[in-house]
């Protein structure tokens, strides 16, 4: 997605023809395929932490988009626990790692920082209540604040007795220069959305942007959170909705939010009427809601097949980050067995998906 100029009006009036582009000539040690990890992305630098396939890793590796090289940076100082499906944030060179899983059925409520100026990690420990020990929770910076929103917890205090407890809590750490760190638990008035895990946020403005997750099904809702109030708005936006999801991902450009792939509802040949609940696909669809008009808006031209060369794979527990107005995808898995050594794992190329629409230079699509 990115931009060549021209004037924002077009985001409103043309529609966008995206495309895929898979990047294979990379350079340097390029890590293995998992799922589970996160990416922030610093200027044209892309950074990737953790995850696992065999195993939970506490790797971090960067890739510098403009020359294509992968690099693993000397790291040092209090080093976090390899975990997955964790939060991950950026507030210039200050990354900041939130919870995850570190064993299967072990969780944490660790907040680790590293400072990518010189890629120094060390532990914090703000004041006030911590949230619970979780994963597959949203962690986004709206503002000076990171936000902290949903996941699953491990209700059983044994992790080979795995209670699985869905969330719908929301914290919130300002991380403001010159203040101190304290967790503050929001309590908000009115309707909330359903516990969940897995699902994607954004912030949007001073907003927090809630789209999909599971809870024992998955879920395609949206909500925004206003931090100024705060409260929650179910938003219905227009437009046909695309499917439930989880384990899916969502960046921001502009005014839109973009979610690809994840794991969707397997529908009958009829093509409406679902299957049980147990049986679902990942998906490799591209999803855009528009944040201003409050509208799902098509992407021209998408390949609408799973086998389509031109788009990156079907892939759920991947990861996006958007440098300047692309945004890139890396690895996730294709397909599910019970045994978290048995994952089966998307390709470890590297996609950008950027627009190909003249028409519509100069937008952040």
């Not at 949203?138 to 209670?163: M, Y």
């Not at 949007?204 to 395609?220: E, I, P, Q, S, T």
């Not at 439930?244 to 973009?258: D, E, F, G, Q, W």
Request: hydrophobic share 35%.
């Amino acid at each position: 997605m990115e931009s060549d100029g021209g004037s924002d009006s077009a985001a409103h009036t043309h529609p966008l023809k995206l495309k895929w582009k898979k990047i294979t000539a990379t350079t340097g040690p390029s890590p293995k395929p998992r799922h589970g990890h996160k990416a922030v992305s610093i200027k044209e630098l892309i950074i990737i932490f953790g995850g696992g396939n065999d195993g939970i890793v506490d790797e971090l590796h960067v890739l510098n988009t403009a020359t294509n090289q992968w690099f693993a940076p000397q790291v040092r100082g209090e080093k976090p626990t390899g975990c997955a499906a964790f939060g991950f944030i950026c507030d210039g060179v200050r990354l900041l790692t939130f919870g995850g899983m570190v064993e299967f059925g072990r969780y944490s409520n660790d907040l680790y920082e590293l400072l990518a100026s010189r890629w120094e990690w060390r532990r914090l420990t703000p004041l006030g209540d911590a949230p619970c020990a979780r994963l597959g929770h949203s962690f986004t910076l709206v503002g000076q604040k990171a936000v902290i929103f949903g996941g699953l917890a491990n209700e059983s205090s044994d992790p080979k007795l795995n209670i699985p407890k869905y969330l719908n809590d929301v914290f919130m750490l300002e991380i403001r220069e010159g203040t101190s760190l304290q967790w503050q638990n929001v309590i908000v008035e009115g309707p909330t959305p359903s516990p969940r895990e897995s699902h994607a946020a954004v912030a949007f403005g001073y907003k927090l942007v809630v789209y999909g997750g599971m809870n024992g099904h998955r879920l395609g809702d949206v909500w925004m959170l206003d931090l100024d109030k705060p409260g929650w708005t179910a938003v219905a936006p227009k437009g046909p909705s695309p499917l439930p999801r989880s384990l899916h991902t969502a960046v921001l450009i502009k005014n839109k939010l973009y979610s690809f792939g994840g794991w969707v509802p397997v529908f009958a040949e009829d093509g409406c009427t679902p299957v049980h609940e147990t049986e679902w696909r990942c998906t490799n669809s591209l999803v855009c809601l528009n944040l201003d008009s409050l509208a799902w808006e098509p992407c021209p031209d998408y390949p609408d097949s799973d086998e389509s060369a031109d788009v990156p794979s079907p892939r759920a527990g991947h990861t996006a980050a958007v440098v300047g107005t692309r945004m890139y995808i890396w690895s996730g898995r294709n397909g599910y067995k019970k045994v978290w050594n048995n994952q089966v794992l998307a390709g470890v190329c590297v996609w950008r998906c950027g627009s190909s629409f003249s028409a519509c230079a100069g937008l952040l699509q």
